[in-house]
């Protein structure tokens, strides 16, 4: 089983988030993913706002052979630009790049002058693009006047052969986007096995009318996970809630069962069962949100020995 790590929410600036993606590699870690698109930062003063795609090409040439992902959203990209951009990558630094892709709703984005879409625009928009990406990277040369995209022969080179498609989502409609276009589903759920199955369910119903096997479709997760001493439970709550705000709909209680804490051993424990329970292929620590030093506390104490590797 192979272990990823999350390094989000901005808290880096550059130079030490570099060195941490680096000591993640070295201790065997097989992925890092890192913040993705954004305009700008909400109520953060002077502080980064690091684009996520010139950070993530970034990492992949300053690095050796730790994958490197973060989330594109799709009303932020042309398609067939998106397309050329991850054919560069991909052909800089082969195999490594994590495709994520989902949507996105800051409406902060509109000082930048970019779309702040309705939900159902930016489904359509996220299945229009990825309907280009696929023949684009095949080598074809593609026209269309799509809804939102026309392209006049449009055609990317290098051909980089096929890009694995990981796609964020939970609810019914973005599930049936996985069915029809994803190698990964990226589980936005709390690691809560009743939820899980139960989104589970809508993407097999979905895979089985447009004659999929859902389980073709590989299962990765960010799972909060914190080592260390039994933090007090409102506390833990409370960081979760902010750090995790898309799952504001979820009571407390349930909750507990979505944060792994405690000792390495423990935590080690409770990750290996989450992925074994919920079929993740592709389980990811997540440590957005903590300093560099606890940050690489964390890394260390999980790596070595963990067995998730």
Wanted: with cysteine.
């Amino acid at each position: 089983m192979k272990l990823g790590v999350a390094l989000g929410w901005h808290v880096h600036p550059w130079e030490v988030l570099l060195g941490l993606v680096r000591r993640a590699e070295e201790l065997g870690y097989t992925a890092a993913f890192v913040d993705g698109d954004l305009s700008m930062l909400r109520e953060r003063g002077e502080a980064d706002a690091l684009d996520g795609w010139t950070v993530t090409t970034a990492l992949l040439m300053s690095t050796q052979h730790i994958q490197i992902g973060s989330m594109r959203v799709a009303h932020h990209w042309n398609p067939a630009r998106l397309a050329q951009s991850v054919a560069t990558a991909e052909r800089l630094a082969p195999g490594r790049l994590r495709f994520l892709i989902s949507v996105g709703d800051q409406a902060i984005d509109a000082r930048f002058g970019l779309p702040v879409p309705a939900a159902g625009e930016r489904l359509a928009r996220l299945d229009e693009t990825l309907n280009v990406l696929r023949p684009l990277w095949r080598g074809e040369t593609l026209s269309l006047r799509g809804r939102f995209t026309q392209l006049d022969r449009a055609r990317v080179r290098p051909i980089p052969g096929r890009i694995r498609i990981e796609i964020a989502a939970k609810g019914p409609r973005m599930l049936e986007l996985v069915a029809r276009h994803a190698d990964v589903w990226e589980v936005n759920l709390p690691p809560l096995a009743a939820r899980v199955a139960q989104a589970g369910a809508v993407l097999a119903e979905h895979c089985a009318r447009c004659g999929r096997d859902p389980s073709a479709i590989e299962r990765s997760m960010w799972i909060f996970t914190r080592v260390g001493p039994a933090d007090d439970a409102g506390a833990s709550l409370k960081a979760y809630r902010r750090l995790n705000p898309w799952f504001h709909w979820i009571p407390d209680d349930e909750l507990a069962g979505a944060r792994v804490l405690g000792s390495a051993d423990h935590c080690v424990a409770r990750l290996r069962e989450i992925a074994a329970s919920l079929d993740l292929a592709w389980p990811v620590v997540d440590l957005s949100g903590l300093d560099a030093e606890a940050t690489l506390r964390n890394l260390e104490a999980l790596a070595p020995g963990s067995g998730l590797r």
